[in-house]
C-alpha cells in the first residue's frame, strides 16, 4: 500500500504570506497526485489534479509541484479564504489521502 | 449543475450493516466520464476512500475495506447506494459521496461531492 505524508501537520500563518504545503508518497506515484482544500463542516473541494494542474476557477494563487515522491502545493499570497485544511490524494494505485494540513490564522 | 445528496441512517448497531444512497441530480449517472464513489472522514480526522463503480457495475474497494463494503448503481433511479457490513465503532465517520471522474481512462478525482452525512455506531 501507498502511504502519503504530508508536512507539516499546521501552519500558521498571515494574510499575504506565501505558503508551501509538501507530501510525500512511500513510493512513486509518478505525477498522479491531486490536492484538495477543506473548511470546517463542507466537504472537500479539488483544487490541483496531475500534481500540477488547477482545477476550473481555482485561484491561481494555488500551484502545484513535483513528480515521483515528492510534491508541493504553494499558495502564492494567502488570502482569508485560504485557511483551511488541505489533504494530498495520490491515484497511481488507489486513491490514497495524506492525513492533512491545517493552515491556520497566525 | 450536478448535485449530490446522501441519505440514510444516522446511526448503527455495532456488528450491523450500514446502508447509506446517494441521489444524483443535474446529470446522468450513466455518464460514460465518470465513476461514483464513497469517501469517508471520522469526527476530526482525514479523508478515507471506501470504493468506486461506474454504472455499467465495474467497482473499485479500499483493500482495506474490501471484505465489508459493497456499491451499487441504481439507473432508473439515479442512485447509488452503500452497504459497509459488521460495522463498529471504528466506522463512525462522515460518509461522502462523490463523483470520481475519468479522464483517458484513469480515475483522477472527485470532483464533485455530496454535503456528508454522520453515520455513529453505537449499542
Known amino acids: 500500500d501507498i502511504q502519503m505524508t504530508q508536512s507539516p501537520s499546521t501552519v500558521s500563518a498571515s494574510v499575504g504570506d506565501r505558503v508551501t504545503i509538501t507530501c510525500r508518497a512511500s513510493?512513486?506515484?509518478?505525477?498522479?497526485l491531486a490536492w484538495y482544500q477543506q473548511k470546517p463542516g463542507k466537504a472537500p473541494k479539488a483544487l490541483i489534479y496531475?500534481?500540477?494542474s488547477l482545477e476550473s476557477g481555482v485561484p491561481s494563487r494555488f500551484s502545484g509541484s513535483g513528480s515521483g515522491t515528492e510534491f508541493t502545493l504553494t499558495i502564492s499570497s494567502l488570502q482569508p479564504d485560504d485557511f483551511a485544511t488541505y489533504y494530498c490524494?495520490?491515484?497511481?494505485?488507489?486513491?490514497?489521502f495524506g492525513q492533512g494540513t491545517k493552515v491556520e490564522i497566525k | 449543475q450536478m448535485q449530490l445528496q446522501e441519505s440514510g441512517p444516522g446511526q448503527a448497531k455495532p456488528s450491523e450493516t450500514l446502508s447509506l444512497t446517494c441521489l444524483v441530480s443535474?446529470?446522468?449517472?450513466?455518464?460514460?466520464?465518470?465513476?461514483w464513489g464513497w469517501i469517508r472522514q471520522p469526527p476530526g480526522q482525514g479523508l478515507e476512500w471506501i470504493g468506486s463503480?461506474?454504472?455499467?457495475?465495474?467497482?473499485y474497494y479500499n483493500p482495506s475495506l474490501n471484505s465489508r463494503v459493497t456499491i451499487s448503481v441504481d439507473t432508473s433511479k439515479n442512485q447509488f447506494s452503500l452497504k459497509l457490513s459488521s460495522v463498529t465503532a471504528a466506522d463512525t465517520a462522515v460518509y461522502y459521496c462523490?463523483?470520481?471522474?475519468?479522464?483517458?481512462?484513469?480515475?483522477?478525482?472527485?470532483?464533485?461531492w455530496g454535503q456528508g452525512t454522520l453515520v455513529t455506531v453505537s449499542s
Open positions: 462523490g463523483r470520481h471522474r475519468m479522464i483517458r481512462g484513469r480515475l483522477d478525482v472527485f470532483d464533485v
Open positions: 513510493q512513486s506515484v509518478s505525477n498522479w
Open positions: 443535474g446529470g446522468s449517472i450513466s455518464s460514460r466520464s465518470y465513476y
Open positions: 490524494q495520490e491515484y497511481n494505485s488507489y486513491w490514497t
Open positions: 496531475k500534481a500540477s
Open positions: 463503480m461506474f454504472s455499467s457495475g465495474s467497482t
